[in-house]
């Protein structure tokens, strides 16, 4: 199995961005005049334009999904494993894009860019984003990028909400949708945590109400508290037994002192908490978790997910993990049911992973077989 | 092709929605889009398997058919097939009742036990037949639940089920003939087509 995992990478990748002039009417009912969007694109679109596939990103995600930014670049891109010459999206078949989403915070158009009315970065004033917007956005993209339709539009998480969004928004401008440990609405527990991970930010005096870049301080510990909280439920029980067990990282209890008793799961934690305060703004944090919170595919299809999916056209395919329990896997066969009842052509795979929602993002090789398999059997002429 | 699928082939109108239960790697619902326009839906819990079909570009949905099929609305196929899969069902009353209602039209073939090599063996060897068809032993074989041809038209009347029509393939072109005149005793492969 280590060989189909061991295979070669699409290389150094130059990020790209594109602007876009003319208003955005976003769902929140403000208007943005203007935006920019940075992606990265991997493989070569062929002659028919028909071998493009859209990656589309979960919370906090980017647009570097694939390859290595320089030389010395020691991490790869967020998705590495799946993206690249012989990998499941084979870059030698498709053109991969992959976009930093409207409100991130890595280089397109959010919280930290200049609003042009004020001159001032957005910070906490930037408009309430939601899922659909986001897929205007990148059909906008797909515009400029002379893309009529996706062969492919792919995601895990909040990105799998996304790609149900494209089915349903451009039916003709998709062909296969590919939803991975998503749900169609998140779940009041769902909800709670994110909330918790916001007020974690919020309490931080450096926050300042949202205005900490004008104050030019950042909430690092209020974002690496948030992050804590998300990670856990990003992980299975076992999986933290497995990874972490009981095992100290510091002190004894063989001593008088307990003082200095850390456990590899607290260290882990800070450690993750922390490194992620560096990458992330919190506005964009907040911001990201509401466009999570608000999505609901069959709102506006009369509460009903079969109404909504009844106007897709493409095939999905449906993947969930057995022990994920932030987008459990009778999440996904929520989905897998209204697109059975809306007649749509569907597969769906329950992928058997100790390592919780988390799984999504990892080569474990059942997971890679169903995906490669899939993707596969897609034709681009 | 298995002579049990051509003949399920015959019976199912193009353009149809057929949802094949225990759709294994895919063969018959390949086949079927091939052949005729049909619009084809798998269900199988053996994950290879699901690999396999997903190559082929088949849907397959990964579920155990013992667990329920309650996520299928009624009526929304037109035809429910389940080959050679209901004699490993933990419920096969249940499950033809299931495929009734989520379909309008059901067609089931299985291994008839009735047929004189099966007889012939219990009552001269005294053990559970074991041949090529039927490769298993008692206690490893995913087949919990034999019947014969027989058997499986009583649980048809006991169930009001209506039998639309019926093939029975037997081994050669003589086991055929025969077949067709005794199925229980000559027939190898039952084939029914049912609804409700």
Redesign the interface.
Known sequence: MVEILKTSSVGIVKPQAAKFEGPLNLECGFTLDSFELVYETYGRLNKNRSNAVLVCHALSGNHHAAGFHNEDDKRAGWWDEYIGPGKPIDTEKFYVVSLNNLGGCHGSTGPISENPTTLKPWGNNFPSIRVKDWVETQARLADRLEIDSWAAVIGGSLGGMQVMQWAIDHPSRIRNAVVIASALKLSAQNIAFNEIARQAIRADPKFAGGNYLSMKSIPEEGLALARMIGHVTYLSDDAMALKFGRELRSGSFDSNFSDGIEFQVESYLKYQGKRFSGQFDANSYILMTRALDFFDLARNYNDNAVEAFSVAEC?F?VVSFTTDWRFSPSRS?EI??AL??A?K??????IKADEGHDAFLLPIP?YF??IS??M??IETN | MRQDLTQILSWIKSGSRVLDLGCGDGEFLDELEKKSAIQGVGIEINQEDILLAIRRGISVIQQDVDEGLSNFPDLSFDTVVMAHAIQVVHFPDKVLMEMLRIGKEGIVTFPNFGHWRCRIYLAFRGGMPVSRFLPYDWYNTPNIHFCTVKDFEKLCAARHITIKSKSMIGGGKLSSFFSAIWPNLFAITAIYRLSA
């Open positions: 095939k395919l066969q897998v049911e059975i009842a007649k052509n569907v597969t769906y795979m329950e059942r077989q169903t398999a899939y596969k059997g």
